[in-house]
């Protein structure tokens, strides 16, 4: 078992683990005998377990909220640091992306597969560079999103969030990518400017659920949602298009699954088949791998999965 396959576990256990009755055996406060008692009359009477224990005097009142206190932190502290591992760990081959370093991103799962070849998007022609060094809003928010996923006062929004995330789980990548724009376009839209004082300012997942933000925030956020759903970074992208019909830039999530490449949009609330998207015209799209220049149409290639 790899260290952090263990750690993962390690986490899991945690969350899993840490019932009242063990932490209350574990501290000597009852022994075993007492806690079979306990949990017997428990069946029988369907009461909460701690409410028996005060009622029988084995613990008073202020050792019961104590002990629900620590139970609650510690699962909400193991399920960050859960949720934290499945988004901000980087395959270790990858350190030219550099936006989180000494964090390792888990291998995506199996069952997405990998994609042998992708369609143009909006058929235009894409020329792909791996050097992300000029796009320090991009690598700076992921920077600052592995700071904030560590901070305790960010653990319930990020429990929370994660929580319904999950719910999308084990349903057809389509699925699991319309679940999760419908999700986050919940979120208040809100100007950079009005926001935080700037005129772009590209906000982390943590930030963008307690205060809401404007495009690229909900494109951000679907990206994070959606690879910790499994989604490998090859099969997300943030693109930052123009759009024709407002005549203004814009930014949108691309999502290629199985079924085709769909575009996540906070404008619209259905997803969009990414090759019907005619009102955008792609500027640039990136991931933690690469980003991608688009220029003029040209032929598309059709996407096949290995």
Known sequence: MSKKTGFLSSIRKTIERNKLGEILV???????????????????TARP????????????????????????????????????????????????????KGV?????????????????????????DRNLKAFTKWTGMFARFDRQLKQQANLDVVRDFQKDVNTFKGQSMKDMVRGVNKLVNQTRYIVDQRNWGQSDYWATPVEFLKRGGDCEDFA????????????????????????????????????YTNEGAYILDNQIKTLVDAERAGRYRPIYSINRQAWWLHQAPTNTIVASAD
């Open 49 to 100: 377990l701690g409410q028996i224990l005060v009622d029988t005097s084995k613990i008073s009142p202020f050792q019961l909220k104590m002990l629900l206190g620590r139970q609650y932190a510690l699962r909400t502290a193991a399920t960050a640091l859960l949720f934290a591992a499945s988004l901000t760990s980087l395959h270790g081959k990858r350190a030219h992306a550099e936006p989180m």
């Open 220 to 255: 951000i956020a679907k990206y994070a949602a959606l690879k910790s759903l499994g989604f490998p970074e090859e099969r997300l992208r943030i693109a930052i298009v123009q759009d024709t019909v407002k005549n203004i830039p814009h930014a949108v999530l691309v999502a």
């Open 104 to 128: 390792q991103m888990a291998s995506a799962s199996a069952e997405f597969g990998r994609v042998a070849s992708y369609p143009n998007l909006l058929g235009t022609a894409e020329k792909k």
């Open 26 to 44: 574990q501290k000597g406060v009852i022994d075993q005998h007492e806690l079979r008692h306990a949990l017997h009359a428990q069946k029988e």
